[in-house]
């Protein structure tokens, strides 16, 4: 046997680490009343990084013993040109030896909720529902003689349902995630309430509108999530996204890049939310992360290896998917402040003249110049304070640190919202969040252009 951070620091390396990972999951499909798939996946492996002036060569795994990680030290030391003198020995050993033991999903509750979903409108044609449900046992060990071990649960529901009218058929969806065992998860998620929501988004895109173009006001109900300030600002403030020049917000820490009235927090300390954890994925404890502080930019978020490349503070948001991927940094929970005077009401009760938008769509960004393009997948037109009706097929175009400095009211009323974000082949869980928030002006585009 022997010590792996001593090995790993007498390697002459910047950084090395070796990552060690079981996680078990298990999936339900239910599509129409019908299971459509139950999957269940265990897997085990071992991922091992050394970084370089600059470079870094990885390897990967099957299996948490020591011969997994001999087999990636080996690997490792072939790509960087140095002579292996390992071994491998007949008396191995598991370095994660708890067992992950997770409980399957009750097929019949989802059944149940689909019937309770369906049986609300005669018009509802399609009920899709997925739950899913994962355990993740991680052990960390580092060149400079960190030891990390964690543990993580995550439970996700996602709730589709399709309604029909003049022939035409519409959809609205609703999804919920926590990084939470699925017992806990279900008593603070309310399932019947989400296929509520799903149900009436459907419906209100059936009767709504199309969506006046043009430039307009635009109030971002806390509801909508935070999407727009993760894809439009977040990506932007990821330390190898400044690195490849590839940022509007390279080289601009200390400068004014939103009102004033705007905070930016990258959090992953914050109890229960899918974005959360103790520790990164190289082992540096999690800690709160101030991006934009009363409009000014102040940090930019790094892993290990940005850090010391560029000689910028160790955030904690060195993230990835599994033992297989390289990590790279990642926001975690990303969110606006709340820290504004007004009620939502009050923010809404303001506008001339445009658009509330309470559920975002897919967009597309461009992180080099913080151009974007958002659909909206429930909003509503406003005019003289009053909501007129629902539209359908709206779109926000805009670019990033432009709309920072146009947010002119903030609200009181934070809220978040989790998904799955990608970026470089990986997923990882991460949650959005906003107040309420009035955009003075922004392109609107819609059925009417």
Do not use: W
């Not at 349902?161 to 969806?173: C, D, H, M, N, S």
């Amino acid at each position: 046997m022997f010590k792996i951070s001593d090995y790993l620091s007498q390697k002459g390396l910047d950084y090395a680490d070796v990552f060690l990972q079981k996680i078990d999951s298990h999936t339900v499909r239910l599509d129409n009343g019908k299971v459509e798939e139950v999957k269940s996946n265990h897997s085990h492996g071992t991922g091992v990084r050394f970084f370089a002036k600059g470079n870094t060569v990885y390897s990967s795994s099957n299996g948490t013993d020591l011969n997994a990680v001999r087999i990636c030290l080996k690997h490792c030391e072939e790509k960087v040109g140095k002579t292996s003198k390992l071994s491998f020995e007949s008396k191995n050993k598991d370095l994660i030896s708890e067992r992950i033991h997770l409980k399957s999903p009750d097929v019949a509750l989802l059944v149940d909720l689909e019937k309770k979903i369906r049986s609300a409108s005669p018009s509802i044609r399609q009920v899709l529902i997925n739950l899913s449900v994962a355990k993740n046992l991680v052990k960390i060990i580092s060149s400079e003689g960190r030891v990390v071990n964690k543990k993580r649960n995550s439970s996700r529901v996602y709730i589709h349902v399709v309604a029909e009218k003049g022939g035409t058929l519409y959809t609205g969806i609703e999804s919920h995630a926590m990084a939470l065992d699925l017992e806990t998860f279900l008593k603070k998620n309310d399932l019947e309430e989400m296929g509520e929501k799903a149900v009436k988004r459907a419906l209100l895109q059936a009767d709504a509108k199309p969506c006046p173009a043009g430039m307009m006001q635009v109030v971002l109900s806390g509801k909508s999530g935070g999407t727009m300030i993760h894809e439009a600002v977040g990506h932007g403030l990821e330390a190898d996204i400044i690195r490849k020049d590839f940022s509007v917000y390279k080289d601009k820490i200390g400068q004014k890049v939103a009102n004033e009235q705007i905070t930016l927090v990258d959090d992953p300390t914050l109890p229960d939310l899918y974005g959360s954890y103790c520790f990164d994925d190289e082992g540096t404890e999690a800690s709160r992360t101030i991006l934009i502080e009363n409009g000014v930019l102040k940090n930019y978020l790094t892993d290990v290896a940005s850090a010391i490349q560029y000689d910028l503070p160790r955030t904690g948001n060195g993230r990835r998917a599994s033992f297989r991927h390289i990590p790279i940094p990642r926001m975690s929970n990303t969110f606006i402040i709340g820290n504004g005077v007004y009620e939502a009401e009050e923010i809404i009760e303001s506008v001339k003249e445009g658009l509330l938008v309470m559920k975002m769509g897919g967009g597309e960004v461009h992180p080099t110049t913080g151009d974007f393009v958002f659909h909206v997948s429930e909003g509503y037109y406003v005019k003289n304070g009053k909501i007129q009706y629902p539209v359908k097929n709206a779109i926000m175009t805009g670019n990033g640190p432009e709309v920072l400095n146009k947010i002119t009211k903030i609200g009181k009323d934070l809220m978040f919202d989790a998904g799955v974000c990608g970026k470089s082949g990986q997923g990882v869980p991460v949650t959005d969040g906003q107040p309420t928030v009035l955009i003075e002006e922004i392109i609107v585009g819609g059925s009417q252009s």
